[in-house]
Every structure is written in structure tokens, then in C-alpha cells.
């Protein structure tokens, strides 16, 4: 990933932070800043986003805080909470009002909501500001494990089929349309499905980081990290069949120096967005059912890793998992068609049974 978008990522970050920091309370900014070393831009981000949210639910909705601005909270008026009053704000961001918007969150917005809220009052306890942590005790949401959506062989074959096709639409004009961009979707797709990417790992490569000698790819992770991924000759075919199509775009816009793998019609690097409306696209028609995104795109890279090689420390690392634990969750549970073939295991009678028990389930040494 080239090391400018990195940090033109993380200067549009910081930017929205600093807007959201002086609307906050100035203990708000040492809170951030005091998390700076352990916490990535976005994560810092969301924490003020919700902080904020909180704060303007206080002042709404509590006494303490009537006729206050956010940023005249001190930390004096939070050591009035009690547990109550943030168990309150948690049921109320079920179903709330933002800009002529409403919004909702379930166990997972809200077991972030209260992450910020506990991460900023364990640094008030710790530096003295509060006389106690009121938010200790409130225990976390339970969060139920997601189903894994993931596409199986025949789907992935269908939606390959569907980019490289020339009419798969009912529209001939979209048709028309996708026909100009059919290499790149292809390349995209591809790419996802040979090498587990993340969206934004992928929309960050530059041509200078694809090596055709080796068939690898220097990709900057989560964090700032930069890897070597590699991927397969059936990949490495379809990105030399689009790069052509690529040049000859930007060689025809005058833009001799753009450095992007991906492009857009615009001939710059193409969108996060774009790239999940492409994939959004022509899933739907593969597996109208399933809503794929690039992330189900990964986790079927990631489970088609782990069934060939069983090996769930060497799918961790090509996925730049920091925690196998993360791996063990999502790609070493049992698939359908493991847990068919198990099922076929079971026999209710086996009448080799030396005590001819009915009763007794039966499985097979083989």
C-alpha cells in the first residue's frame, strides 16, 4: 500500500478528530491523547464520536446537566453519575434521533458505546479526576456469534462467470456500462478471493507494490504494518490482462502520474465505496441470498485456506490476524458439508453390537 494514501488516510482522520475534540470538554483531549499510543486514528475517532453522543444524551436527559454545554462538563459532574444513568443512555441508543436520522444499535454498537464511555472514566480514576469508576460496574452486552456468510465453490465460479460475462444484466445500457470496466472488476474480485485482502488494503495498492517475478504484493495492514502476500498464477494472469487497460486509460487522460493499481472512471484511485458497490453487484446475481461484501469475500479466502492446508496459524498470518484466536473463531468452525458428512456417521441400530442395545448410538471406528 503506498505509504502517501496511508497517511493521507490517517490525515483525514485526524482531522475529523480534532474537529469533534473542541466540541468535547478540554479533559477529553488528554483522554485521547493518553490512549494515542495503543489506539489507531479510527479507533480514536469513534471514541469522541461517542463520547460526544453521550454527552449530548446527559444534558438532554439528565438533571445534573440541564442548561450545560458539552464542552462545560467538567469531570466533577460525571463523578455525580451512577450506573443507572449510563445503563439508561445504552437502552436509549436502541432507537435514537441524529440529524433527522434514526438510528439503532445492537449488542455490538452498544458494547462499543460503552467501551468509550469505560475507557474515559478509567482514565479520569487513574489521573485523579473522578473519586471512583462508576462505569465498572456495568457489565458488557453479550454478543452472540454472527453466522460466517461466506460463498461456496459453485458460487465463487458463478460469480466470476457473471464479471467476465458480457451480458448479465436485464439493462443493455448497464451492460454497456460494466463492458468498459470488466477487466478491473475482474482483477478486484479476483485479488480478494486469492489473497484474503481487506477492502482498504486493497484499494491502497500501487502498481510499484505488485512483483510478477514472485507473484507477491506488498500490502500495508491494519496499523501501519507492511507485509508480503502472495498469490497464485491463475491471479497474477488476470492482473497482467487488466494493467494494459489500465495505462491505456490514463495515457489517454494525461495522467502520467498516477500511481494506483485500481482506478476509477475519474482515472484516480478508486473508493473503498465504489470497490463495495462492485462486489455488491455481481454477488447478488451469484448468491442473491447472502449479502456478500468484500469481507465475505475474505472469509471464503480465509475458510478455502484453512480446509486445504488445516494449518490455522499459517491462515492467521497470510490474514494478518494479530490473535489466532480471531482465526479459531471464523475459519476452524465446522462448514455445512463437514457437518453433513459427520451426521452420516451416526447409525441409531448396528446390529454387530455384542449387546444388541437399539438404544445405544453407534459410531463407526472407521
Same mark, same amino acid.
Given at each position: 500500500?503506498? %505509504?502517501?494514501?496511508?497517511?493521507?488516510?490517517?490525515?483525514?482522520?485526524?482531522?475529523?478528530?480534532?474537529?469533534?475534540?473542541?466540541?468535547?470538554?478540554? +479533559?477529553?483531549?488528554?483522554?485521547?491523547?493518553?490512549?494515542?499510543?495503543?489506539?489507531?486514528?479510527?479507533?480514536?475517532?469513534?471514541?469522541?464520536?461517542?463520547?460526544?453522543?453521550?454527552?449530548?444524551?446527559?444534558?438532554?436527559?439528565?438533571?445534573?446537566?440541564?442548561?450545560?454545554?458539552? !464542552?462545560?462538563?467538567?469531570? !466533577?459532574?460525571?463523578?455525580?453519575?451512577?450506573?443507572?444513568?449510563?445503563?439508561?443512555?445504552?437502552?436509549?441508543? $436502541?432507537?435514537?434521533?441524529?440529524?433527522?436520522?434514526?438510528?439503532?444499535?445492537?449488542?455490538?454498537?452498544?458494547?462499543?458505546?460503552?467501551?468509550?464511555?469505560?475507557?474515559? +472514566?478509567?482514565?479520569?480514576?487513574?489521573?485523579?479526576?473522578?473519586? !471512583?469508576?462508576?462505569?465498572?460496574?456495568?457489565?458488557?452486552?453479550?454478543?452472540?456469534?454472527?453466522?460466517?456468510?461466506?460463498?461456496?465453490?459453485? %458460487?465463487?465460479?458463478?460469480?466470476?462467470?457473471?464479471?467476465?460475462?458480457?451480458?448479465?444484466?436485464?439493462?443493455?445500457?448497464?451492460?454497456?456500462?460494466?463492458?468498459?470496466?470488466?477487466?478491473?472488476?475482474?482483477?478486484?474480485? $479476483?485479488?480478494?478471493?486469492?489473497?484474503?485482502?481487506?477492502?482498504?488494503?486493497?484499494?491502497?495498492?500501487?502498481?510499484?507494490?505488485? @512483483?510478477?517475478?514472485? @507473484?507477491?504484493?506488498?500490502?500495508?495492514?491494519?496499523? /501501519?504494518?507492511?507485509?508480503?502476500?502472495? +498469490?497464485?498464477? %491463475?491471479?497474477?494472469?488476470?492482473?497482467?490482462?487488466?494493467?494494459?487497460?489500465?495505462?491505456?486509460?490514463?495515457?489517454?487522460? /494525461?495522467?502520467?502520474?498516477?500511481?494506483? #493499481?485500481?482506478?476509477? #472512471?475519474?482515472?484516480?484511485?478508486?473508493?473503498?465505496?465504489?470497490?463495495?458497490?462492485?462486489?455488491?453487484?455481481?454477488?447478488?446475481?451469484?448468491?442473491?441470498?447472502?449479502?456478500?461484501?468484500?469481507?465475505? #469475500?475474505?472469509?471464503?479466502?480465509?475458510?478455502?485456506?484453512?480446509?486445504?492446508?488445516?494449518?490455522?496459524?499459517?491462515?492467521? %498470518?497470510?490474514?494478518?490476524?494479530?490473535?489466532?484466536?480471531?482465526?479459531?473463531?471464523?475459519?476452524?468452525?465446522?462448514?455445512?458439508?463437514?457437518?453433513?458428512?459427520?451426521?452420516?456417521?451416526?447409525?441409531?441400530?448396528?446390529?454387530? @453390537?455384542?449387546?444388541?442395545?437399539?438404544?445405544?448410538?453407534?459410531?463407526?471406528?472407521?
Amino acid at each position: 500500500m503506498s %505509504e502517501k494514501y496511508y497517511d493521507d488516510k490517517n490525515k483525514e482522520l485526524f482531522t475529523k478528530l480534532k474537529h469533534i475534540s473542541t466540541l468535547l470538554p478540554s +479533559f477529553c483531549s488528554d483522554f485521547l491523547i493518553g490512549i494515542e499510543m495503543r489506539t489507531c486514528e479510527l479507533t480514536r475517532l469513534n471514541y469522541a464520536r461517542d463520547i460526544l453522543l453521550f454527552f449530548t444524551y446527559l444534558i438532554e436527559n439528565c438533571n445534573i446537566f440541564q442548561n450545560c454545554q458539552v !464542552s462545560e462538563i467538567s469531570a !466533577s459532574d460525571l463523578d455525580k453519575l451512577k450506573a443507572i444513568d449510563i445503563e439508561r443512555y445504552l437502552s436509549y441508543t $436502541s432507537f435514537y434521533t441524529h440529524n433527522d436520522k434514526i438510528l439503532k444499535n445492537k449488542e455490538r454498537g452498544k458494547a462499543r458505546k460503552l467501551s468509550a464511555i469505560k475507557s474515559l +472514566f478509567k482514565y479520569l480514576y487513574k489521573n485523579s479526576l473522578l473519586s !471512583s469508576d462508576v462505569s465498572s460496574m456495568i457489565s458488557a452486552p453479550r454478543i452472540h456469534d454472527k453466522p460466517i456468510v461466506r460463498l461456496e465453490n459453485n %458460487e465463487v465460479n458463478k460469480l466470476l462467470d457473471n464479471v467476465e460475462s458480457n451480458s448479465k444484466f436485464n439493462s443493455k445500457r448497464q451492460d454497456a456500462y460494466n463492458l468498459n470496466t470488466q477487466e478491473r472488476d475482474l482483477a478486484i474480485i $479476483s485479488l480478494f478471493l486469492g489473497t484474503g485482502l481487506r477492502v482498504s488494503e486493497l484499494v491502497g495498492l500501487d502498481l510499484d507494490d505488485i @512483483n510478477f517475478l514472485d @507473484n507477491s504484493l506488498m500490502v500495508t495492514r491494519k496499523g /501501519g504494518n507492511r507485509s508480503i502476500q502472495y +498469490f497464485t498464477t %491463475e491471479v497474477k494472469e488476470i492482473l497482467e490482462e487488466y494493467l494494459p487497460t489500465r495505462s491505456h486509460l490514463l495515457d489517454k487522460a /494525461g495522467k502520467h502520474d498516477e500511481k494506483a #493499481l485500481f482506478i476509477s #472512471l475519474q482515472n484516480s484511485r478508486i473508493s473503498v465505496r465504489a470497490v463495495q458497490n462492485i462486489v455488491k453487484k455481481f454477488a447478488k446475481l451469484a448468491s442473491p441470498l447472502k449479502n456478500i461484501s468484500p469481507h465475505k #469475500l475474505r472469509s471464503t479466502f480465509g475458510t478455502t485456506l484453512y480446509r486445504s492446508t488445516q494449518d490455522i496459524y499459517a491462515v492467521a %498470518e497470510i490474514l494478518g490476524h494479530r490473535d489466532v484466536n480471531t482465526t479459531k473463531k471464523h475459519y476452524a468452525a465446522m462448514s455445512e458439508s463437514i457437518k453433513r458428512e459427520a451426521s452420516k456417521k451416526i447409525k441409531l441400530r448396528n446390529h454387530d @453390537n455384542p449387546n444388541n442395545d437399539p438404544t445405544t448410538l453407534y459410531v463407526p471406528t472407521d
